[in-house]
């Protein structure tokens, strides 16, 4: 079974390399004396940059410019970083957003250790300035190889109204006890009102039971057999309608949907907690799903790292510098609705939110929405903020884009949705899944 798992995904490779390896943009910059990052649209990293390169004309040179060298589809500019890297190129710049398979690009040395970078050419960056946990995630066996971003809570809202509708306590929550609950309730039921949340849902179980770091693998475990049951049930009945506005606050409030992933800046969860309480909902926020008890998750949802063969390197700092900037970090809360990793930054998109909600929309705010507003702001922050001076593991990756992952889309993606789509059974899934994974970890 190994081997056949290891001949399709090496043909498949194979395949795809060659199929595009003449196609497309070279990663290098047009400009030798530039930084490059590769893009298939604008994404945020590319907002960042640009920013960057304006600010580099005031305090650097042109030199220290980064050109955006960009493709038609993520699957092309994929493969060009793939080929390239291989052969010791590439561009300078990563982001984790890349369906790239970072794990591996960090252990055969194809990204730089920024502690070195730091130590070779001098920075003032203070990793303590800012979230402990979240930074961790960027250090793998001693190497801080990635610069984590932004970041999210890995917490769920709900409703009390909805976890009783269905007979759910906020205190005991497992696999088990919500597949009890809610097919014991006799109601049907959407998790997240999504599909691809649903999705997300099941690969996030599947990390707990797999360790790159340490090559622990647990998925032949009766606690994963046993777990996979409990999982495999919610996610197949439920009757999710993708034609159903899930994310709307009065369907949150009617309980359409278990849990909500709200994006996680804070203004956002104070703004969803006040309109619940308007339409006279009391929110619940819930911990992420785990094995353990009395964890408290996060994922980092824009993070970046550098390749170990740049022949700049001096010129990657002041970006890295750049980037974690009180005023940059700014950005992450107000236009990609994350939770920023610079501490004093955090701290002022807090204190930013208290501005209370017109929810008539009358043009007058009065004491009754003053009131409401307070309420959910003094609650968010409680709740919400203990959370965030408390998290006790950070992943690499965001909950938005775990299907997109190049282990979860390249290595298992198949294998899950065959099982999901009851095309093999659950021995054959844990086999496969297992097999996959190992020849993963050492090919």
């Not at 982001?95 to 250790?113: G, I, R, V, W």
């Not at 759910?168 to 691809?196: I, K, R």
């Not at 849902?201 to 777990?227: G, M, P, R, V």
């Amino acid at each position: 079974m190994k081997n056949k798992i290891a001949i399709i995904l090496t043909l498949q490779f194979i395949i795809t390399v060659f199929a595009f390896s003449g196609c497309g943009e070279s990663t290098a910059s047009s400009n030798s004396s530039k930084l490059t990052y590769c893009a298939y649209n604008e994404d945020a990293i590319c907002d960042i940059i640009k920013r960057y390169n304006k600010y580099c004309i005031k305090h650097y040179d042109e030199s220290y410019q980064i050109e955006i060298v960009e493709f038609e589809s993520q699957e092309e500019m994929n493969i060009k970083i793939s080929t390239e890297v291989m052969s010791g190129g590439g561009p300078d710049i990563f982001s984790l957003s890349q369906k790239l398979p970072f794990e591996k690009m960090a252990a055969n040395s194809t990204l730089l250790d920024v502690d070195e970078l730091i130590n070779t050419y001098y920075s003032e960056i203070n990793f303590d300035d800012y979230n402990s946990k979240v930074m961790e995630s960027g250090v793998i066996n001693g190497n801080r190889y990635f610069v984590p971003l932004a970041y999210s809570i890995d917490a769920f809202i709900s409703t009390e109204e909805t976890l009783g509708k269905y007979n759910l306590v906020s205190t005991d929550f497992s696999y088990e006890a919500l597949n009890d609950a809610l097919s014991q309730s006799g109601e049907s039921y959407s998790l997240f009102g999504s599909t691809e949340d649903n999705l997300n849902f099941f690969y996030s179980f599947l990390a707990q039971f797999f360790d790159y770091n340490s090559s622990e693998i647990e998925f032949d475990t009766k606690d994963f057999s046993k777990s996979l049951d409990y999982i495999y049930d919610l996610i197949n009945n439920d009757t999710t309608d993708e034609n159903n506005y899930y994310f709307l606050y009065k369907n949150i409030s009617k309980g359409d949907s278990v849990f909500y992933k709200q994006f996680s800046s804070f203004e956002l969860m104070v703004r969803t907690y006040a309109y619940l309480y308007y339409y006279s909902s009391n929110p619940v926020l819930v911990n992420n799903f785990s094995q353990s008890k009395n964890i408290i998750s996060a994922s980092v949802d824009f993070g970046i790292a550098f390749n170990s063969n740049c022949k700049h390197k001096e010129k990657l700092l002041p970006f890295i510098e750049y980037c974690l900037s009180e005023s940059i970090q700014t950005n992450w809360n107000t236009e990609y609705c994350a939770l920023a990793v610079n501490n004093s930054t955090l701290k002022n998109s807090i204190g930013s939110a208290e501005q209370a909600i017109d929810f008539d929309e009358d043009r007058n705010i009065d004491s009754n929405e003053e009131a409401i507003f307070e309420k959910a702001f003094t609650t968010v922050l409680n709740d919400y903020g203990y959370m965030i001076d408390n998290i006790t593991d950070c992943s690499l990756y965001s909950f938005y884009d775990l299907s997109d992952t190049y282990y979860n889309s390249s290595v298992i993606g198949d294998i899950v949705n065959d099982y999901l789509n009851g095309d093999i059974s659950k021995e054959k899934f844990i086999r496969q899944l297992t097999a996959a994974t190992e020849i993963y970890l050492t090919e």
